[in-house]
């Protein structure tokens, strides 16, 4: 049987950030430029008053206080309040477009971790809830510039995106497709956010992580992980949903529908998704004759901390330490496909040799993924 390992991993962020206070700025005056704007419909009670946001509503709802943007200006702007997909600085398409260089960016640091060169890898995979461009596919665009081998392709599969990919680079070692795996997933999930509604406007922020996966008897790095198993699912859901497509161009009234921006059904999915993620992680670990105190960590998708406390003290039990499922919303915000990944990346060090953990994300589909790994 053939054995995989994570050698490496890396993680980009753009330079544009936002704070909540900032966030709330904009916010809070678009709101009173919208109430005056429509007084006297609010006053004869055709349309609700839009109501301000805060700082602490918001760290209270989610546990962040900080992300960083794609652009952070166009957030601010009360003319748009939409982020704005950075040009390249030369205007060709011979350059890196903005989410394929963030992947890149990413890239490089994992690969430097593995101690291997990008043209060792024969398959990447570019991973994230939403595409900058349909085609040509942006894996194909980092491979060309990263100068990995073999082939490369995408895949969209909301929050669960990285977990979906790294299960896909596993299962193309183990079958002998591969022997050396990039999983890239550059999420720019800010551009697909309606900065004007106060429930979902601070909820993600933009990130890149990437991820070296090699057959283990291959590995020169000085750090491995082995992925003991892997498992997913999914069942059909609404309750998260965008309709951001083709229908953008063609539809003269969709450009502020509020159904092209990211929407979703809180409590529904609060209700649904949470008893499928701990029952999903349940099963898993009873296939493997395991029980949740078998692991040391559970890197959980980065959603929001009400959701992430919730799911890790049903499979517990009891209220969870810090160490048993780390957060990094406070920094990052909800960055999709990423957070399992961007947790894993800064809360891995301390295990020791033999220590296992759990890699899991969850989301809109719905979608769960995970990856039970030990240190080696």
């Not at 497709?177 to 004007?196: K, Q």
Request: charged share 20%; with cysteine.
């Amino acid at each position: 049987m053939v054995d995989v390992v994570i050698t490496g991993t890396g993680l980009h962020v753009p330079e544009s950030k936002i704070t909540n206070e900032e966030l709330v700025l904009a916010f809070n005056e678009h709101v009173d430029q919208f109430n005056a704007e429509h007084k006297a419909d609010i006053e004869a009670g055709l349309m609700p008053a839009k109501q301000h946001s805060s700082a602490a509503f918001i760290e209270k709802a989610s546990g962040i206080k900080e992300r960083h943007l794609v652009d952070a200006s166009g957030v601010m702007d009360l003319n748009r309040m939409m982020s704005s997909m950075p040009e390249n600085a030369h205007g060709d398409n011979d350059t890196p477009s903005f989410q394929a260089q963030m992947g890149i960016n990413a890239a490089h640091q994992a690969l430097k971790s593995a101690g291997i060169e990008a043209s060792e890898i024969d398959q990447l995979v570019c991973t994230s809830a939403i595409m900058q461009r349909a085609f040509p596919a942006m894996g194909i665009e980092v491979q060309h510039h990263l100068g990995t081998s073999g082939s490369a392709f995408d895949m969209v599969m909301g929050c669960s995106s990285a977990t979906y990919g790294l299960i896909a680079g596993v299962n193309a070692i183990k079958s002998g497709n591969a022997d050396r795996v990039l999983m890239v997933n550059p999420e720019i999930f800010s551009t697909m956010v309606n900065f004007r509604d106060r429930d979902s406007h601070f909820i993600f922020g933009d990130i890149a992580t990437a991820v070296v996966l090699e057959r283990a008897d291959l590995a020169k790095g000085k750090e491995k992980w082995l992925i003991k198993n892997t498992k997913q699912s999914t069942q059909y859901s609404n309750n998260i949903r965008s309709n951001y497509g083709p229908m953008t161009r063609i539809d003269d009234d969709s450009l502020f529908r509020d159904d092209m921006f990211f929407v979703q059904e809180g409590r529904k999915v609060f209700k649904e998704l949470l008893p499928l993620v701990t029952s999903f992680i349940s099963e898993q670990l009873e296939d493997l004759n395991m029980s949740v105190s078998d692991l040391s960590r559970m890197w959980l998708h980065q959603a929001n901390i009400n959701m992430n406390m919730f799911a890790a003290k049903k499979l517990l039990g009891r209220e969870p330490e810090f160490e048993e499922a780390p957060t990094v919303l406070e920094k990052y915000g909800n960055t999709a496909g990423a957070g399992s990944v961007v947790a894993f990346h800064h809360h891995r060090d301390d295990l020791k040799v033999g220590q296992q953990g759990l890699i899991c994300s969850f989301g809109a589909g719905y979608s769960i993924g995970s990856l039970l790994v030990e240190k080696q």
